[in-house]
Each structure stands twice: as C-alpha cells, then as structure tokens.
C-alpha cells in the first residue's frame, strides 16, 4: 500500500548488508507541508538547546565512548529471543561502514566465534547528524546466533567499528526448552513511558537482579508521541498543558491535576503537572527511553509488542488545534478552526509505525509471524503469543487505507485520512472488513492449533488492547469479534493487555462477558476452563506523561472487574510454577509492596496408579495423586429449597440458574489416600491426621503421614467474590449488599450454567492471612475431587 522512501545514508556507510525500508513503508503521495523539524517548544524550537526553554533531557549510552568526542557510537543494546538462539539489537548514530558483528562464546575470557548480521536504517526527523553523537540512533544492527542450547548462558561483544568503542562482555540466557519443568518469573508490563515511571523502573531493575527469565512489554513504549505535550495550551479537559509564553508551569489556567502530589523522582517540567520529564522531540523520546531501559534490555530479552502510541507522531488535536495549524501548516503557537490532522500531517519517518519497526527486533519471521507485530515462543511450560492490538483485523483502531476510501477510489485523499493510519502488516486476503482475510488471523489460528500442551500446558496471549474493562470502550467490542471466539476454541488460558493506565484484574470471562463462576474459588484464586473462559488482565499502571486512567463521576466499577487500582504505578510478575499452578502478582512500584495477587489452577489429569470419581460434577482442581487402597464413598443430601435472590445477599449467575429455582442437591465424597502432594498459594494452618502444618507462604507440600481421610462436598453453595461499584478505593474488596441479582454484560438468552452459587463478601484479609471459604462448589462433569485445606478450610488442592 505504501510507497518507499529512500534514506540519506550518513558518514562512512557503504552500501553493504544496509536494509533501507521496512515493510510497509511511508506513503508520499502529499507533501509533509509542517516544520522541517516538530519540536515541541515555543520558547526554544532548537534541536539541541539554546538554554531559554525546556531542558533537552539526556540519558547514559549503552557504550562509554573512549573519546570524549565520539564520532559514533553504541547509544542501544537490547536482546530478544528467537527459536532456539537470541537476537542481539543494537543502535549506533551512523553507519559501521560493514556488516554488523559480535564475538560470542561460552566462556566470557575466550569469545571464540563471531557472528554477522545487517543493518537496516530510516530518515528520522531530525538525523543524527544534528544531534549529539551519544544520544542518537539511525543505524540499527542486528546481529542472531542459532542453534544454541536452552537454559544456557553465553557471552558476547560488540567491537568497534567506524569509531565506535567495543562495548564490555556482555551475557545473555538462551530459553529454556519446551516442556523443561522448572519454574520461572516473567516481568509483564505495559504503558511505560519515561514520566511518572521512576518507580516501575527500579522495581524492575530488582527483579532482573533477582533473576527474571525476560521482559514482556505489551505496547504504548516511550510515548514519544507525546513530545507536543508542553505546547498545547491548559483547559480543564487537559491537564498535560503549556500556557506558550514560559519554559516553567503555566499560569491562568490551572486545572486541579497539578493538585496531585508527584510520584517520587518526578519533576513537573516540559509543561506537565504531573511530572514531565519528556524530550521536545519525537524520534529523542524513543532514544532517550531506550538508552534509559539499557540496564534491563542487556540483561534480559525485552520482547516487545505495538501499541497505538507507536503509530505515529501524534494521535489527535488538543484545545485550539495547536498541532493542525504547526504540522499542517508550519504556524507557531497558533490555533486552527478545527482539527485537520491527516496521514500526512507527520514527517514521513514518523508515520506507520516506522520507528517502532527498526528499534526492535522479534522472532516474527522466524514463527511465521510478522516483523515485531505478532509472533509466539515458547519458554518452558508455557507457551506465548503476542497479538497486534492495533491493525491488521476488521475495524481495528489504527486501520487502512482502504477504509478511508470513497467510492471506487483505491486510495483515499489526504482529507479522507487520518494522523494514525497504519498497515496492513500483512496480507488481507478478500474485505479488509472481515477479519479472517487478515494473515494475523490465519497465523493465530494456526499457531494455537500447534501448540503442544504436553509440553507447554499453559497458553498465554497478550496484545495492547483490552477485550473487557470497566472503561468501556468500541474498540472492546471489535478485538473480541475479532480473536476471542479463537482463543477460547484453542484453550488460551489467561489474556494480557493495557492501554487503559491502571491495574484490573477481572474475572474469569467467557464470550460475551459471561462471568464463569464455576472458575472462581475466591477473589485471589481460579480455575483455568479450556473452551469456557479466560482470565483477564489490564495490565496498564506501568507510568507515562498521561498518568493514570480514572473512572469519571457516575461510571461505576462493573460486576465483571474484580480488583481495580487506579492510583498505584508498578509492573506484574507471571511465574509458571509448574504444570497446574500459575502465579500472578502485581509489584507497586512506590515500594516494592503486592498490589494483587492470583493463583491461576489447571485441571490435568493422571491416570498413574489412581481411581477416579465419577459423578454430575466438573473438574474442580488438578490432581496427580500417588496412592493404594483408596477408598471412595459417596452420600448424597437434598436440602430445603433456597431463593437465589435474598436481601443482604448477591446473587452472581451465568444466565439461568438454577440455584433459585427449587433445591440443591449435595453431594459428599469421601477418598483415603496414602499420600498426596498440595500446593499452598497462600499463608495457612490446618491439621492432617495427628499433625498441625502451619504454611507462612505460598509453597508446595508432600503430605505422608497418612492414610489420610478427605472429604469435600460436590453440589450446593458457596462463597465467592463480586465486584462493587465503588470508585472512591482503588482496590475493590467491599460487603455487597443488594436484592437483585447480578448479570454479566450482555448474557446470551441461553446459556450453559457452569456455577450457581449464593456470594457474601467481605474485607479480603491481608495476603499473609489465611483466606477462609465457606460453603461448597456446584460443578457439572467427570472429576477427581480432593479436599482444599490449604486454600478452602480442611479441604486441599491435590496435584
């Protein structure tokens, strides 16, 4: 769709191993008719400085040069995983006048094998050739090594070359194999820019210190679009504001925004109230993040997916139309009548994508993928798919040309497009309006059919956009029309994403917002259902000049979000502890405390040595038990009828239920084993036989003083969680009471009832304080089922 640019090849670069365009490239049509350089400061409109407006912000290049003026240098370096080996990124001003290379090996003192790779560049506005030479990237290498065994540490270096100092040994891990068995941690995060992130940003450097497997950023990287933000003018609706007349906070206008303490580390420069360290220049924003993650991206792979902040150089107008009257037509601190941004309304480096395509590098290629746009890996016991949240499916939020066209155009004018037009990535094969043309479709169904669950039984998928949230939105409803049928049919267990800049952790959906009940053991704990549900995260609090997202007066907190946190910055921490435990938790970044936490539980089956028990009832845990002479009874009890909607009490339904409809039937079953082993997400004490265990964290246990008794209850009520619709707390743990029963969003006529249950809540004791649940399961299926001591009283998840 899009024609390609050529790029000024600088300094000593000769013609080889350089790659000049990715895929699309800029459509140049229309002239750029804007400023030969956007910079985003009345007072100062210098690439470099004249001292009298906004500081030009700086960070350490990656590479220490030897001279104190460098004619080139290596600003970057980041690593990222490919099958079975690791991609090693780096960044450099101007070219290296040859291919790209490092030396490697297996022992830091002897780097006894070299690998080459290519260099690939765009024209970025401005070059570096106007900027200083340790804070500029326009050259981009990328260096891969293969066939490298998993879980294996390696050393490298990347020498000198065309005045660049050779940067220190450096190591990376390669992944561990699919199917290894040995836990591990990911840091997943989202939304991060370089304002309002200085706490996220150390907790992050402790849990690479602490030994995290890699970094999984889900989208929105830098915010580099932001760069206007200190020359649109305050209005209540804009708190990110510059008054145009001062380098310092503006007056006039002062909105209650800059009434809101700063996160520690931040300062209110660059015009904004809530802290603005933020470059005045687009392409400096991604090269003074970049150089600022450094300390992460050499240590860990940082694998990377879009967000629409990647897009291009903005994404709409603020008060006056500042930005149509200086980038459509080079008027300084002017106003327009109206908002008339377009595709091309941005200098042509800085649309579709194009910065965000060379300053990464993931294994699109290599898993039949796209570029850094969608691709999966394995690693370990899981199995990860990244999804492009933004293009490349039927009325995605960033879409193409073929959407703006009239009539029986094949390409639109420059009024029919807008600032943030993007893709298609890859092929659409029929109407750019039905999503299964789309190639990221067919690789996504593809990919999840491939995936061997024997080997990587946990399935996780991430992309920027949220399909579910209490921040309602239309782009919801287009990416689950688009993916969520898919996912659900392949059994993806849990669903990622930000965008939206707060912490919500939801409960487990099925399609449509049913809520699956029979999924929730307690606000902290849920069963994975293949084909049911997933569980859904907002993973967006990470930190950025836009601060955080908040509900507006009389939006209420739906019944399909569990916890919501928008006041605290910070990441999340995945650890797949083993093949039917996963653990979540979300690390503030003010202190390091657990915002949140979830144990994630997955029903597998073994048939070592085992009886089963077989009644009306779903599988309610995991089990691999080890035991002789079992002994199973069972005893069944009608109770009395029970009304499903009671005052004082919530009733959470999915669809019809039958919980108010007459009685329940319970049924009791007991097992004797001889031993079994439990895993204990939370601090507990319970008593087993003769012997008291008291658990002070989350831990896995081997119970052998046995026979051991169990006994548990199959059908009737229970205990769970719901939502409330307060807004005023940024965690939701609050006594609900009501005397309507609660629906989900957009409950079908009919459909299949997978838990009926009677919920009472109340204040969710700390994490360190064992959860008490009261009351008993209804469940539909063949089942093993085993007492929950260390999670529901004296009953126990058995592995």
Sequence with gaps: MKAITASALLSALSAICVQTAAVPDVDTRYPYTGPVVPVGDWIDPTVNSNAKGFPRLVEPPAVSPLSANPSNNVNVISISYIPQGINIHYQTPFGLGAAPFVNWGTDATNLNHKASGITHTYDRTPPCSAVAVTQCSQFFHDVQIGGLQPDTTYYYQVPSANGTTASDVLSFTTARAAGDTTEFTVAVLNDLGYTNAAGTYKQLIKAVNEGVAFAWHGGDISYADDWFSGILPCADDWPV??????????????????????????????????????????????????????????????????????????????????????????????????????????????????????????????????????????????????????????????????????????????????????????????????????????????????????????????????????????????????????????????????????????????????????????????????????????????????????????????????????????????????????????????????????????????NSTSTSVTSSSTSITSITMKYTNVTTSTTSVTPSATSGINSGTRVVTSGASTISSGTNRVTYITETVTDYTTYCPYATVFTQGSKTYTVTEATTLTITDCPCTLTHTVTGSTSVPVSTASTASSKVYTTVTTTSPVVPLNTPATSTVHYNATATVSSRPNSTTPLVFTGSASHKGPTYLASIACLLGLVMYIF
């Excluded at 327009?336 to 699109?364: D, I, K, V, W």
């Excluded at 999503?435 to 996504?444: I, V």
Aim: hydrophobic residues 35%.
């Design 241 to 606: 504001c510059y008054n145009g007349s001062s380098s310092s906070l503006p007056g006039g206008v002062i909105t209650s925004a800059y009434d809101v303490p700063l996160p520690a580390g931040e300062i209110p420069n660059q015009g904004g109230p809530l802290g603005g360290d933020m470059s005045v220049l687009y392409e400096s924003n991604w090269d003074l993040w970049q150089q600022w993650l450094v300390n992460i991206s050499t240590k860990v792979p940082y694998m990377v997916l879009p967000g629409n902040h990647e897009a291009s150089c903005g994404e709409f107008d603020g008060p006056g139309n500042v930005m149509t009257a200086y980038l459509n037509d080079n008027v300084t601190n002017g106003t327009a009548p109206s908002s008339e941004l377009t595709y091309y309304s941005c200098p042509p480096s800085q649309r579709n994508f194009t910065a965000y395509q060379h300053r990464f590098r993931m294994p699109g290629p290599e898993t039949g993928g796209v570029g850094n746009f969608w691709y999966s890996f394995d690693y370990g016991l899981a199995h990860f798919v990244a999804l492009d949240g933004e293009t490349d499916y039927a009325n995605s939020p960033e879409w193409p040309f073929a959407a703006d066209v009239a009539g029986n155009d094949t390409l639109p004018t420059a009024g029919e497009t807008y600032i943030t037009d993007s893709g298609p990535f890859g092929a659409i094969d029929g109407s750019y309006k039905d999503t299964k043309s789309y190639a990221q479709y067919k690789w996504l169904a593809e990919d999840l059919a491939s995936v061997d669950r024997t080997k990587t039984p946990w399935l996780i998928v991430m992309s920027h956009r949220p399909m579910y949230s209490s921040g309602v939105s239309s782009y919801q409803a287009h990416i689950r029309a688009a993916f969520e049928a898919l996912m659900l049919q392949y059994g993806v267990d849990a669903y990622f994403s930000g965008h939206i800049h707060w912490y919500e952790r939801l409960f487990p959906l099925g399609v449509n917002g049913t809520i699956d009940t029979a999924s929730i053991v307690n606000n902290n704990t849920y069963y994975t259902n293949a084909g049911v549900s997933m569980t859904h995260i907002v993973n967006g609090m990470a930190g950025n000049i836009e601060s955080h997202s908040t509900l507006s007066a009389g939006e209420n907190i739906l019944n399909i979000t569990a916890i919501l946190d928008q006041e605290h910055y910070g990441f999340s921490k995945l650890t797949v502890l083993n093949a039917t435990t996963l653990k979540w938790s979300f690390v503030r970044g003010d202190d390091g405390s657990l915002g949140d936490e979830l144990t994630l539980l997955k029903p597998i089956f073994s």
